[in-house]
């Protein structure tokens, strides 16, 4: 497999982790809401427990956004989409020579 293929299944596999972390923090708000309607004085107890919840789930989804860009935007790590990159010390224009000259040509 082409490594910048690779590159860019893993990085839509990794965004899948976002999906996880919405479907995650549906369920935590829906339980607590739940929780909530059938108890309403130990409520505001709990709280604590839903933000604590809600960070670490987000946390979780930002964790796997992060890792789907390092994959597309870091060069080095299973090649560039966009191809090579550029070397690092170019030829002047002088010294590279046109595309079908010779040097029996310049004399």
Known sequence: MDPV?????????????????GIGV?????????????????????????IFG???TEALGIFSLLIALLL???????????GPAAPATAEPAA???PVGATEEQGH
């Not at 293929?5 to 972390?21: D, T």
């Not at 597309?72 to 966009?82: A, H, K, Q, W």
Request: charged share 5%.
């Open 26 to 50: 549906g369920i935590i708000f829906g339980n607590f809401l739940q929780g909530a309607l059938r108890n309403p004085s130990e409520a505001p107890k709990q709280f604590g427990n839903l």
């Open 72 to 82: 597309l935007f870091v060069p080095g790590i299973g090649g560039s989409p966009t």
């Open 5 to 21: 293929s690779a590159k860019l299944i893993g990085a839509g596999i990794a965004a899948i982790g976002m999906g996880g972390a």
């Open 54 to 56: 809600f960070a670490v």
């Open 95 to 97: 010294l590279v020579q």
